[in-house]
């Protein structure tokens, strides 16, 4: 396995894919931390981690029984029609391993008397369920992990204290996480889905961060939609404006290189996404990508085959996969965006798409990417108040919710007087900072 994956030179910008690492590898100076979430595997290349990468003790290994497990299961799935499209790499079945109880961890590395039995007691499990077409060298791999483990051992902490003490002396912390939220083995569209819980949930129970420690929810969305595997994708885009689409977003899995399937924005599945997260901003990538085509489809809603309207995501698979996609169109901007660097310079059209999906949405996209370059981004300012209860009268159901984005006052009614009234104001600043402030208007 290779740690680094170097791209070719595009409009003068080289890209390097991370198919195991968050983007912060790419600054020495910043300490990366894995979570017990994690499945890891060895060998790989360490590529002067030293003082960079930490390794969560509670972390499961990943071995090569697993990545042949992989293969033959999708090889049966495939026999009957039902492959779910995996990337082989052994990644369900080390967290099979884990939920069964019987998994190896990285603190296991450091007692080498257990180690090599756990091993074997996964291999066999294997060479019972699949018989002949079992052809893993347990002994060659123990021997292996034996030497690795002196490599990986100063790697490995206790993460739990690292990162709660880290927060805890004020340090900033970047948690990154991988997949996506319809990937979820528990929101996602499962079976169709990843092994484990890239949604919020994954960053208290994977690294022991309690959820009242988070000061900002980013959202990373692309401005069209992609998926790689089976499953299925209401908005899916086919033939030549995919495979144009596909060619110049460079749609190409990172870990496997296969083509990933296209297909216009979904603000129904984003607001899924949304609320499940409980997000305070998005980042729109790839803005850029729609800039020669001279229209744009946005999917607002769904409608069931007997004439139903569908504002969220449902979780029966054949009612997703036979559902009609509302679509709103909206024209192209026609022009190359990539030199844009502030909200100003985006194209009136460009505005616009942006605008709209933020009014089907609801939050604030703060962040545009324009092009593949880390500099390559638009900071959209969010400016005015946002007024979320209008009262209209002196009953308690007399109100007027107007939902949108941004800096939320919410007034909220503690009396039957106009004067009684809770002001409680939250706002996000640029870096992320919560400061939450109450103030009482007269109270009769």
């Known amino acids: 396995m290779q740690l680094l994956e170097e791209n070719p030179v595009k409009d003068g910008v080289r890209t390097t894919a991370f198919p195991e690492w968050t983007v912060s590898v790419c600054n020495n100076k910043q300490q990366q931390s894995s979570s017990r979430g994690e499945d890891w595997h060895l060998p790989f290349e360490l590529v002067n981690m030293t003082n960079v990468l930490l390794i969560s003790d509670r972390a499961h290994l990943l071995f090569d029984l697993h990545k042949e497990i992989d293969g033959l299961r999708e090889a049966e799935?495939?026999?009957?029609?039902?492959?779910?499209?995996?990337?082989?790499?052994?990644?369900?079945?080390?967290?099979?391993?884990?939920?069964?109880?019987?998994?190896?961890?990285?603190?296991?590395?450091?007692?080498?008397?257990?180690?090599?039995?756990?091993?074997?007691?996964?291999?066999?499990?294997?060479?019972?369920?699949?018989?002949?077409?079992?052809?893993?060298?347990?002994?060659?791999?123990?021997d292996n992990h034996v030497q690795l483990a002196e490599i990986i051992k100063p790697y490995i902490i206790d993460t739990v204290e690292y990162i709660n003490d880290a927060r805890d002396e004020g340090k900033r912390i970047l948690i990154e996480g991988a997949n996506a939220t319809m990937l979820d083995l528990d929101f996602g569209t499962y079976p169709f889905v990843t092994s484990s819980n890239p949604s919020i949930g994954g960053i208290a129970s994977g690294l022991g961060l309690a959820p009242n420690k988070y000061n900002a929810l980013v959202g990373v969305?692309?401005?069209?939609?992609?998926?790689?595997?089976?499953?299925?994708?209401?908005?899916?885009?086919?033939?030549?404006?995919?495979?144009?689409?596909?060619?110049?977003?460079?749609?190409?899995?990172?870990?496997?290189?296969?083509?990933?399937?296209?297909?216009?924005?979904?603000?129904?599945?984003?607001?899924?996404?949304?609320?499940?997260?409980?997000?305070?901003?998005?980042?729109?990538t790839k803005l850029d990508v729609l800039s020669e085509l001279d229209e744009i489809k946005i999917g607002v809603a769904y409608k069931t085959k007997d004439g139903r309207s569908l504002n969220m995501v449902p979780a029966d698979l054949r009612t997703l996969e036979e559902v009609e996609v509302v679509y709103e169109t909206m024209?192209?901007?026609?022009?190359?965006?990539?030199?844009?660097?502030?909200?100003?310079?985006?194209?009136?059209?460009?505005?616009?798409?942006?605008?709209?999906?933020?009014?089907?949405?609801?939050?604030?996209?703060?962040?545009?990417?324009?092009?593949?370059?880390?500099?390559?981004?638009?900071?959209?300012?969010?400016?005015?108040?946002?007024?979320?209860?209008?009262?209209?009268?002196?009953?308690?159901?007399?109100?007027?919710?107007?939902?949108?984005?941004?800096?939320?006052?919410?007034?909220?009614?503690?009396?039957?007087?106009?004067?009684?009234?809770?002001?409680?104001?939250?706002?996000?600043?640029?870096?992320?900072?919560?400061?939450?402030?109450?103030?009482?208007?007269?109270?009769?």
């Open 77 to 142: 799935l495939a026999g009957s029609g039902k492959a779910i499209g995996t990337t082989k790499r052994g990644i369900g079945p080390a967290y099979a391993s884990k939920a069964t109880r019987n998994g190896v961890r990285a603190c296991d590395l450091f007692d080498m008397e257990s180690f090599p039995d756990k091993v074997r007691k996964l291999a066999e499990e294997g060479a019972k369920r699949f018989g002949e077409d079992w052809t893993y060298d347990v002994e060659a791999d123990i």
């Open 221 to 284: 969305v692309k401005a069209y939609t992609t998926r790689v595997g089976a499953g299925p994708y209401p908005t899916e885009l086919f033939g030549t404006q995919a495979e144009e689409l596909r060619e110049i977003g460079r749609e190409y899995g990172t870990t496997t290189g296969r083509p990933r399937r296209i297909g216009w924005m979904d603000t129904v599945a984003l607001r899924f996404v949304c609320r499940i997260n409980g997000l305070t901003h998005l980042n729109l």
């Open 331 to 444: 024209p192209g901007w026609k022009s190359d965006i990539s030199g844009a660097r502030q909200w100003d310079d985006l194209p009136q059209k460009a505005k616009d798409y942006v605008n709209r999906l933020e009014e089907l949405i609801g939050i604030h996209y703060k962040w545009i990417g324009v092009g593949p370059g880390r500099d390559a981004m638009v900071v959209k300012e969010l400016i005015g108040i946002h007024y979320k209860w209008i009262g209209v009268g002196l009953g308690r159901d007399v109100k007027v919710v107007k939902e949108l984005i941004g800096i939320n006052y919410k007034w909220i009614g503690v009396g039957s007087c106009r004067a009684a009234m809770v002001v409680k104001l939250i706002r996000l600043s640029l870096d992320g900072s919560n400061s939450l402030k109450f103030e009482k208007s007269g109270y009769t």
